[in-house]
């Protein structure tokens, strides 16, 4: 039996360096086995950079995952050389980068898979066409997809429509902690959404004044990062390698 930690966005500074102070202790803690972050808001303002790439691979990710803002920043175009970082696979053919990461332990092999949601999102390929395509071409049942999306129906049905042909479906984009993991299909875990790491009173990481005055008057409002202390959110996949099948699934919340 493995397991996998798969961490929710990290925000800005403040969260790489949270992660920085806990991602080794809660692997110790929960013997963790492979680690995948989202680091799609990691660079300050959002996106990625090279320098918070670094900053989250030293921690102890192995894989980093992203979403819509993963061509936020222009340095990124360059990001995707490396072969741990992806972005959303069902970008348009020609993106920089790949939507899939594979590794292998020796004894068994492992595949992460990111996607993003099209309701409220970019129009991107559809993500339910682009996965079952991915699934012919990937030879592990170890599979393990970042789904990020705005609309939680839309995680639901991709939860469902994966269900016993993944190991695990965890959602990312909304930074808020859902409770409502379950395994599906007696085979699949799911989480229609991780959470996020960075500072926990903010507005989704960022400072909360600019944040309401841009609700209550709709003008242009300059965001913040909170200086507020941190938490981690993340969910914890254990599977059986052998047939990729998910036996339990836990969420985790550090302060």
Request: hydrophobic share 35%; charged share 20%; with cysteine.
């Amino acid at each position: 039996m493995k397991k996998v930690l798969h961490i929710g966005d990290v925000v800005g500074l403040a969260g790489c360096r949270f992660l920085q102070q806990q991602l080794l202790k809660i692997k110790s803690q929960h013997a963790i086995d492979f680690v995948i972050v989202n680091g799609e808001n990691s660079a300050q303002g959002n996106g990625i950079t090279k320098y918070s790439m670094e900053q989250i691979f030293s921690a102890g990710a192995d894989v980093i995952t992203t979403g819509n803002h993963c061509f936020k920043r222009r340095e990124a175009l360059n990001i995707y050389e490396h072969p741990s970082v992806i972005r959303p696979a069902n970008y348009p053919a020609g993106c920089p980068g790949r939507g899939v990461c594979h590794v292998d332990f020796g004894p068994f092999q492992l595949a992460v898979i990111n996607l993003s949601g099209t309701a409220y999102l970019d129009p991107l390929d559809n993500p339910f066409t682009r996965i079952e395509q991915l699934l012919k071409e990937i030879d592990t049942p170890n599979i393990f997809v970042d789904f990020h999306a705005e609309a939680t129906a839309e995680k639901k049905a991709m939860g469902f429509f994966l269900a016993g042909r993944v190991t695990a479906v965890i959602g990312t984009h909304t930074h808020v902690q859902t409770a409502d993991e379950t395994i599906l299909s007696e085979h699949t875990g799911y989480l229609t959404d991780v959470g996020m790491t960075g500072p926990e009173t903010s507005v989704l990481g960022v400072s909360i004044q600019p944040a309401l005055e841009r609700f209550r008057f709709h003008y242009p409002t300059r965001f913040t990062e909170s200086d507020s202390s941190c938490f981690c959110n993340g969910v914890i996949v254990s599977f059986d390698e052998k047939c990729g099948k998910c036996t339990k699934i836990e969420r985790l919340i550090v302060r």
